[in-house]
């Protein structure tokens, strides 16, 4: 050996990393190839939403409102929260468990990012798909309809964030429970199940008993869908305006920050980066 | 070597799984220093501890107990700081089936924070015409080159290599090696894995021998190899010649000799004396050797018998 560490082309002494930016993109957008290239996977996240709402709509209720513009909003509303129930949360299931599966989050530990970011990378293309979805949606809504009011877009946007995640900190809880990416389904289903049954819009929660509206406050998908109507302005089917005062979302924030904990918990319980042996 | 800085020391390393009365400690106590720019080679069966070792110094695992400093720093702790310098490629490690080879590469690029070019790193391993290829459809030695692909994509100043060559044909194996050289050329310290005792016996600078999760023997190839008897081997009718206390006069002999069913073995410290004075007895007794065979002593050997358990306290550790 002649080289020298002061000559060698690789004696740095200081760590050169790459943006954090430039990290996540990276792996967000082989994700988001990846999602291209999976058809059944592109049809839940891309098609999935769009129809169910296109079924709640059709079957009408009075969660839709009084007038169109209400019905968008309302419209709005529930497709925020399919889209984090099956974009955000099944599909990042299912993908974080098929990379773990395929050995690709242990190649990803060797490297130089982080495992928040690692994970942040996996939730955002369908976080983009579910803005996007919802952008197409409000202008298709404002053209047919007539445009949702906005009164107070801060909670919307809160619910969007929030609810985004708490249902992505669940998904990589979730997958620690599932042994593959086919298995999924059946592990997610109960928390799909119970969020979207008790999410407002699904059964008329202010016909039931009281105490059934209690419970369903405390459910995840609940809080996202208060704070889009606090955002909104929206006409409650009790007949009572969404007023988006701080004493009237406090509860739902609350809600959002319990299950936030409940999915940091999660994930530091059950999440694994390489299959169980 | 004319440098003599250490980039990875281990000192009293162990590694434990699991707690209570299912606890196993895959790694006993290693103490180990590598050098920077020279490549150093673990070798073990399977079982040794070799993973479990090497998964501490990437910073992968924390050490149950003892320290480990690599560049300076503890890898797992500080893993920040060192992982930018190195490069690792796992024994088994994936690949997300659906992307090309082109774009799992553009993806680990990404990553990194002063990467060579895809293009380059494709071309260092053979893959470049694979580049728009799906990772579903290469071969196992094609997915192996593009784990080396990705492992020296990051200019690693430390290289870990786990078995890198399994699973490869005789053609790629010389042409990874090639690779590996040019990198220790570059004054890159390579740490390698290898079930292929030629491998190690090819690239090595130094080695050590793992078994059942301590360091048995460690050095130069020429050191491990020294510490081992050549070995001479025959069949015969002539008494004087199966009988031990006989053979055991002979010059040189470094242990008893055996004699059984599939002939007599005679282990020396120096072959070429045992078996002049053994022919010349031979010669006078007028006796036939049959299937006469002498070997020198090789790392093969040196191997063989640590894993067979023997010698494991025989001879310590010379580090």
Same mark, same amino acid.
Not at chain 1, 240 to 244: I, L, P
Not at chain 2, 248 to 256: C, I, R
């Given at each position: 050996m002649t080289a020298t560490p002061t000559t060698s082309p690789n004696a740095g002494t200081a760590a050169v990393r790459a943006g954090r930016t430039r990290r996540l993109l990276a792996l967000a957008r082989a994700e988001a190839i990846l999602l291209l290239r999976n058809k059944t996977a592109l049809f839940n996240a891309v098609l999935l939403a769009p129809l169910l709402v296109g079924f709640f709509v059709t079957v009408g209720g009075d969660f839709l409102g009084p007038d169109p513009a209400a019905m968008v909003a309302s419209t709005l509303t529930m497709l925020l929260s399919i889209a984090l129930l099956m974009v955000v949360y099944y599909n990042l299931t299912t993908s974080v468990v098929a990379r773990r599966e395929e050995l690709v989050l242990k190649r990803l530990r060797t490297g130089e990012s982080t495992a928040p970011e690692i994970l942040l990378a996996y939730a955002l293309p369908g976080f983009a798909i579910t803005l996007a979805q919802l952008v197409l949606a409000g202008v298709a809504g404002a053209l047919l309809a007539e445009a949702p009011p906005l009164a107070r877009p801060h909670w919307l946007i809160l619910a969007v964030l929030g609810g985004t995640a708490v249902f992505a900190l669940l998904a990589v809880a979730s997958s620690g429970l599932t042994r593959t990416a086919e298995t999924a389904q059946l592990t997610t289903m109960p928390l799909i199940f119970v969020a979207l049954l008790l999410s407002g819009f699904s059964l008329p929660l202010h016909l039931m008993p009281d105490v059934v509206g209690q419970v369903a406050a405390w459910t995840p998908l609940y809080p996202v869908v208060t704070l889009a109507q606090h955002g909104f302005g929206t006409v409650l089917p009790d007949g009572?305006?969404?007023?988006?005062a701080l004493r009237d979302v406090a509860q739902p924030i609350a809600c959002l920050i319990v299950w936030g904990a409940l999915g940091v918990a999660g994930v530091r319980r059950w999440m694994r980066w390489e299959p169980r042996r | 070597m004319t440098t003599s800085e250490t980039v990875i020391t281990l000192t009293g390393l162990r590694r434990s799984y699991g @707690? $209570?009365?299912t606890a196993f400690e895959a790694v006993r106590g290693v103490d180990l220093a590598v050098a920077r720019g020279e490549l150093f080679a673990l070798l073990g069966t399977n079982g040794a501890g070799k993973t479990s070792l090497l998964e501490v110094v990437e910073g992968i695992a924390p050490a149950t107990a003892g320290t480990v400093e690599v560049l300076g720093h503890d890898p797992y702790r500080q893993r920040h700081q060192v992982r930018p310098r190195m490069g690792i490629m796992l024994q088994e490690a994936g690949f +997300? #089936?659906?992307?090309t080879t082109a774009e799992t590469a553009r993806m680990w690029h990404g990553t990194l924070g002063r990467p060579r070019p895809v293009e380059q790193c494709l071309a260092m391993v053979g893959l470049s015409h694979r580049a728009g290829v799906r990772v579903s459809s290469l071969s196992g030695g094609e997915r192996r080159r593009l784990d080396m692909a990705l492992a020296v994509m990051g200019r690693p100043e430390i290289l870990f290599l786990d078995e890198p060559t399994t699973g490869l044909d005789p053609q790629s194996r010389r042409n990874s090696w090639e690779l590996v050289r040019s990198l220790l050329a570059e004054g890159t310290t390579v740490v390698l894995t290898t079930h292929y005792l030629e491998e190690a016996e090819e690239l090595a600078d130094r080695l050590a021998i793992m078994h059942a999760g301590e360091i048995v023997r460690s050095g130069t190839v020429a050191d491990v190899v020294a510490s081992e008897p050549a070995r001479i081997r025959y069949r015969t009718v002539d008494t004087a010649l199966t009988d031990p206390a006989e053979l *055991? $006069?002979? +010059? #040189?002999?470094? *242990? @008893?000799p055996r004699t059984g069913a599939s002939g007599v073995e005679i282990e020396t410290g120096d072959l070429q004396a045992t078996l002049t004075a053994l022919l010349v007895r031979a010669e006078q007794a007028g006796a036939v050797l049959e299937h006469l065979e002498a070997s020198p002593a090789s790392l093969e050997r040196a191997f063989l018998t640590i894993a067979e358990g023997r010698g494991a306290d025989a001879v310590p550790a010379a580090a």
């Open positions: 009572t305006v969404a007023s988006g | @707690t $209570g009365r +997300p #089936a659906d992307l *055991a $006069g002979l +010059p #040189a002999v470094s *242990a @008893t």
